[in-house]
């Protein structure tokens, strides 16, 4: 099956710096990626789809200044928390699209605590 | 919002099979209904999706009802590692479309 792995799986960071969070398609490559949060007790709520070689495309109410998306390549999209703050502590999900196949692929996640 | 209706949480003993529902009443005709389920603090995983017949694979069936209204989702042989949350999501793209993802139902297998 495919795989898709995130990178860190937990991350602690003080309050006003940038965190990076990598999401890899492993044994395929994927033109168009997504990236979800999810609060504690709560559902996942997509954030933005990341698309290979152009701007990605956020969802209503996510600051695409605040949340950089780059996805360079077909198999690495990269989700970039700015000046964070304790109210984006959260789990950062990702999933991948695998052309002809009808299901999205997700990542394990991204713990991410702004202290 | 989310385009589906699901029970907050069921509980099932282990060893039988677990039955969930979905209301999905405002299904297009292009839209097909997917089922993920998400166990504690990892990300979700497919199970299984249909647009008009009855599915099945290795882990579940799914029973779409002939209106395509609603469906239930079946894990005939429930075990205690299919605690998780599940949810039901209609989509029209495949894997091509961001997910919108409702609150789900808690299935809880007891021992």
């Known amino acids: 099956g495919a795989v898709v792995s995130q990178h860190p799986s937990r991350v602690i960071c003080k309050s006003g710096t940038s965190v990076k969070i990598e999401c890899r398609s492993l044994d395929f490559q994927a033109t168009t990626m997504f990236w979800y949060r999810q609060f504690p007790k709560q559902s996942l709520m997509l954030m933005a789809t990341?698309?290979?070689?152009?701007?990605?495309?956020?969802e209503q109410g996510v600051e695409k200044d605040k949340f950089l998306i780059n996805h360079a390549s077909l198999t690495l999209s990269t989700l970039t928390v700015t000046s964070a703050h304790p109210e984006d502590s959260s789990f950062y999900i990702c999933?991948?699209?695998?052309?002809?196949?009808?299901?999205?692929?997700f990542g394990p996640g991204t713990r991410l605590t702004v202290l | 919002d989310a385009k589906t209706t699901q029970p907050p949480s069921m509980d099932c003993a282990e060893g039988r099979a677990a039955n969930l529902p979905c209301n999905h009443s405002t299904i297009s005709g292009n839209e097909y209904v997917y089922w993920y389920r998400q166990i504690h603090s990892q990300g979700p995983q497919y199970i299984i999706h249909g647009l008009k017949n009855n599915e099945t694979n290795e882990m579940a069936s799914l029973i779409i009802t002939e209106d395509r209204k609603s469906s239930t989702l079946i894990l005939p042989h429930a075990t205690l590692r299919d605690t998780a949350v599940y949810y039901c999501?209609?989509?029209?793209?495949?894997?091509?479309?961001?997910?919108?993802f409702g609150k789900g139902t808690h299935l809880i297998i007891q021992p």
């Open positions: 999501i209609v989509s029209s793209g495949g894997g091509a479309d961001g997910l919108t």
């Open positions: 999933s991948a699209d695998r052309t002809g196949v009808d299901e999205q692929f």
């Open positions: 990341s698309n290979e070689g152009s701007k990605a495309t956020y």
